[in-house]
């Protein structure tokens, strides 16, 4: 079953700390794994993006790692900030490139980060 | 640049009515564009993909009759809640994906989203 599963569900972090997401996934066949950001009440905002031949990408202070054996990845936030307080979402696309629009994407229900001052 | 819009960001209206939710691309083109629910606490559901031109394509479970999707240009794609009921009440995400985000990074900007409360 293509399934996308996050932890923590939550985390309450100090402000300045660093913390790391984590994202499991069962998605057959992969195509690319997406970390997006979420603010309450607003869209996703994409953060990095890694296809299976890339194990890490950065984003100012947000660093993701992918390891595509294990199928895991791992969102990883420096000196976190008040604004850093969001759900983080990771989203697996799922399906071969000419698919079209038979590629799904695959949503986990996000982690939700406070960042406290 | 990639700027998508949703109008209205927040509605209210009445069990029985109807309500339109517009999406626009402000600043590309986009070929496709997709209608999200989601429920609190709840990630991102697909509700339907809708192409320039044609008609949309939605997924399992999802009414189309009630949920009337028309993406008549390249910038603008609507969604209308039919005879709105209480349960329809969520937060409405559209995203839409230009030219270029085709292939294997599937590139798509998200709208604020739609928050509507059906009473």
């Known amino acids: 079953k293509n399934q996308v599963e996050q932890s923590p569900q939550s985390l309450i972090i100090l402000e300045g700390k660093n913390c790391t997401l984590q994202c499991n996934y069962t998605v057959s066949p992969f195509s690319n794994l997406r970390w997006y950001k979420q603010d309450t009440g607003r869209g996703p905002v994409s953060l990095t993006i890694m296809t299976f031949s890339e194990n890490t990408k950065s984003n100012g202070r947000y660093t993701a790692t992918l390891d595509a054996d294990t199928k895991q990845s791992s969102l990883h936030i420096t000196a976190s900030q008040l604004s850093d307080s969001a759900s983080y979402i990771c989203?697996?696309?799922?399906?071969?490139?000419?698919?079209?629009?038979?590629?799904?994407?695959?949503w986990g229900l996000g982690t939700s980060l406070a960042v406290n001052p | 640049g990639a700027v998508v819009s949703q109008h209205p960001s927040r509605v209210i209206c009445k069990s029985g009515t109807s309500v339109k939710i517009e999406c626009r691309s402000l600043d590309f083109q986009a070929t496709t564009m997709f209608w999200y629910r989601q429920f609190p606490k709840q990630s991102l559901m697909l509700m339907a993909t809708s192409n320039e031109g044609s008609k949309a394509t939605y997924e399992q479970g999802v009414e189309k009759d009630k949920f009337l999707i028309n993406h008549a240009s390249l910038t603008l794609s609507t969604l209308t809640v039919t005879s709105a009921h209480p349960e329809d009440s969520s937060f409405y995400i559209c995203s839409a994906r230009p030219h270029w985000g085709r292939g294997n990074t599937d590139t798509q900007y998200f709208g604020p989203g739609t928050r509507l409360t059906v009473l």
């Open positions: 989203v697996v696309t799922r399906g071969h490139e000419n698919a079209g629009n038979n590629r799904k994407l695959i």
